[in-house]
C-alpha cells in the first residue's frame, strides 16, 4: 500500500492521525507507520481505508493515479474504474440475471 496516499486521503478530509486511528481502531504508532511505509497494513484494514475514503484499492496501493470511487452493490462492492460504458452495462445486467435465477 502507499502510505502517502493514506496520508494524503486523510489531511484533505482534514482528519487527524489521532481521529482516524480511531475510527479504524488502532493506535496512532501502527497509523504513522502505514503512512510511512514502515509496516503493511492487513487486506480487511486496507479494505477499511478504501471504504473509509471511498477509493479503489487500486488508488491505495499506487496502481492509479485517480480516485475512483467505489460502486456498491446489494452484496459487497465492484470496481468498474477501467470499464468501458458497454461493459459496465453488460456486467449489471449480468449480475441481475444471477440474482434473479439464484434468488439472491
Known amino acids: ?4 496516499r493514506l496520508a494524503e486521503l486523510r489531511k484533505g478530509r482534514k482528519i487527524g492521525q ?3 486511528a480511531e475510527l ?3 493506535s496512532v ?3 504513522s507507520k ?4 514502515v509496516n503493511e497494513p492487513e487486506d480487511a484494514l486496507k479494505k477499511k481505508f478504501a471504504e473509509y475514503f471511498n477509493v479503489s484499492m487500486d488508488y491505495l496501493m499506487g496502481l492509479t493515479r485517480e480516485e475512483v470511487p467505489i460502486r456498491h452493490t446489494e452484496s459487497g462492492f465492484l470496481y468498474f474504474d477501467n470499464l468501458p460504458e458497454a461493459a459496465r452495462t453488460e ?3 449480468f449480475l441481475e440475471y444471477l ?3 439464484y434468488r439472491l
Do not use: Q, T, V
Not at 502505514?34 to 511505509?37: D, F, H, S
Open 24 to 26: 479504524m481502531g488502532i
Open 91 to 93: 456486467l449489471c445486467s
Open 99 to 101: 440474482r434473479k435465477r
Open 29 to 31: 504508532s501502527a497509523l
Open 34 to 37: 502505514y503512512e510511512r511505509n
Open 18 to 20: 489521532k481521529e482516524f
Open 1 to 4: 500500500m502507499e502510505g502517502e
